[in-house]
């Protein structure tokens, strides 16, 4: 039973059109067989996030955590940890016998509720608007049972809803794709697998279902005939986007999805004024924050929690997972920006791999070929070609010379290199750490740097040239004589 206690205390949202107290339940146990792989279908990700977090995110938008019930079932405890922060409830479906039977598990926990609105884990397109349209629609009929149904261009693989009569809200079946007749596989209005219920006529009926089927399981789209059967109203809204309900049953249809969900993204920054040329070719995951007058050029990859502020311009086949990248920044081609941070008015690339932990200062620039991690690169300093630069601490106006680098690991341990403000370190130097050049300090081209180089002086770690005069005259002249 619901802690009605609890939820007089914060009346939820769900229930304001309408006294009924309502619970969200989400079908999230099932294995995805058809998806051929190790890990549970709802973990699998679209737009960089598990299908299952949309679902639930959906959910919260107009449902207290404490109203809605996961059903978790096969690899419960990753499915369950993908959602715990979002403070949910969880009804465990030990064997998994079928949606009917996910929701007869869930039965003591939401028996107590007037109504029940069934999500699926794997359709997670689903917009929080067609989830209260549904509800609303529920309420106003005064149905035992409403079926969210679309239209889809493509009804193979999903439940057909079977009307009483062509222009009637009625419901006489759902009929699964494996049991149809012949004269049903016409039917092109499929079962989106998302229902509101009115507790009592569902639960009251719930022990009528069988698994007399092709699949040898309760399907929860059974209670539509049985509610019939029991003279309880089923009804049927049809959904306006069919693109919403959209299921992953296989990894094509994930693909799908994905695709589907990133072309929204993509439309979503664009409409806020971020300049997107060719956006289906780029890849935007969910949560990237992307502010106007910044310009992403075609083929490029936005990942994980990357937030990108305004007249930056990315420009093509550079991926940045979760980094942060202020103003008018610009990265050039080809670059890979992973767990950083670029100050505004940086220049990074082309070719350029910032690794986690880098921290390029304001109006720095990262040049081709140049590798950092766990390094802080001043303000204005300038790493042009070449270089890597790990466990660094570089300060302001520093300048590093083609090929220069850190050697930071002597085969066990990782040692920092600390470059003062204003120092220049010469090209194809290494500084070999820990090691610390002082603030202006010169760093000889060519040098091999073992000891900390004074503030204004210049080092030299490398052998003296010697020149031998006329050497590869009298070369020549000998070998020519043989
Ligand atoms: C289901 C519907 C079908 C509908 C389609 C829409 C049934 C019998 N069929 O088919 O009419 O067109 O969704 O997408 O319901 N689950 C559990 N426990 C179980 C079995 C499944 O929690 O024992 C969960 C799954 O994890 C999944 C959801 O329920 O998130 C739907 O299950 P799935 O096997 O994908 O059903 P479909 O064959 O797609
Ligand atoms: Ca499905």
Redo the contacts with the bound molecule.
């Keep these: 039973m619901p802690d009605t206690k609890k939820r007089d205390k914060k009346k939820p949202a769900a229930t304001m059109s309408n006294t009924a107290t309502l619970a969200i339940v989400i079908?999230?146990?099932?294995k995805?067989t058809r998806l051929k792989s190790k890990r549970p279908?709802?973990l699998h990700e679209i737009g960089g996030k598990p299908l299952i977090t949309y679902v639930v995110a959906a959910a919260r938008q107009f449902a207290p955590a404490h109203d809605i019930y996961v059903?978790v079932?096969h690899e419960a405890a990753s499915v369950r940890a993908a959602v715990e922060s979002t403070d949910v409830q969880f009804v465990l479906?030990v064997e998994?016998?079928?949606?009917g039977?996910?929701i007869m598990c869930a039965r003591s926990q939401v028996e107590g509720y007037d109504n029940i609105l069934v999500l699926?884990?794997?359709?997670p397109l689903i917009c929080p608007q067609t989830i209260a349209g549904l509800r609303d629609f529920h309420l106003a009929q005064e149905a035992a049972m409403t079926i969210l149904t679309a239209a889809a261009p493509d009804p193979s693989g999903?439940?057909r809803v079977i009307r009483a009569s062509r222009s009637s809200s009625r419901v006489k079946a759902?009929v699964?794709q494996k049991d149809l007749t012949r004269a049903q596989q016409h039917v092109r209005e499929?079962?989106?697998?998302i229902y509101a219920f009115a507790t009592r006529p569902l639960f009251a009926n719930i022990g009528k279902l069988t698994t007399r089927n092709a699949q040898g399981?309760f399907?929860?789209?059974d209670m539509a005939s049985a509610l019939v059967a029991a003279k309880a109203p089923v009804v049927a809204l049809r959904a306006d986007d069919p693109a919403e309900v959209l299921?992953a049953?296989t990894l094509a249809e994930l693909a799908h999805l994905d695709a589907e969900l990133r072309s929204r993204k993509c439309s979503a920054l664009m409409a806020e004024g971020v300049t997107i040329y060719r956006p289906e070719t780029c890849v935007i995951d969910s949560d990237v924050e992307i502010t106007a007058d910044t310009v992403i050029e075609p083929f490029v990859q936005i990942l994980g929690q990357s937030r990108i502020g305004s007249d930056c311009r990315i420009r093509s086949y550079t991926i940045i997972s979760d980094s942060q990248i202020a103003e008018h920044v610009q990265v050039r081609p080809g670059c890979i920006i992973d767990q950083a941070h670029i100050s505004a008015h940086a220049v990074v690339g082309p070719y350029a791999h910032l690794r986690p932990g880098s921290k390029i200062g304001e109006g720095a620039h990262v040049g081709n070929f140049v590798e950092t991690k766990k390094t802080k690169l001043g303000r204005g300093s300038k790493a042009n070609h070449l270089t890597y630069l790990g466990d660094a601490e570089i300060g302001d106006g520093v300048n590093v010379g083609a090929g220069a680098i850190t050697c930071n690991f002597d085969g066990v341990n990782k040692y920092v290199t600390v470059i003062e403000d204003g120092a220049f370190i010469g090209s194809d130097a290494t500084l070999v750490a820990p090691v610390r050049v002082g603030k202006g300090a010169y760093v000889a081209a060519g040098s091999c740097i073992t000891h900390d180089v004074p503030a204004d002086s210049l080092a030299f770690g490398r052998a003296r040239q010697e020149i031998k005069e006329g050497w590869a005259k009298q070369r020549r002249e000998k070998t020519t004589k043989k």
């Design positions: 079908m999230a146990a099932g995805g279908k709802v059903i079932g479906q998994q016998r079928g949606t039977h996910a699926s884990g794997d359709v999903y439940g759902i699964e499929i079962n989106t697998g399981e399907y929860l789209t299921g049953n």
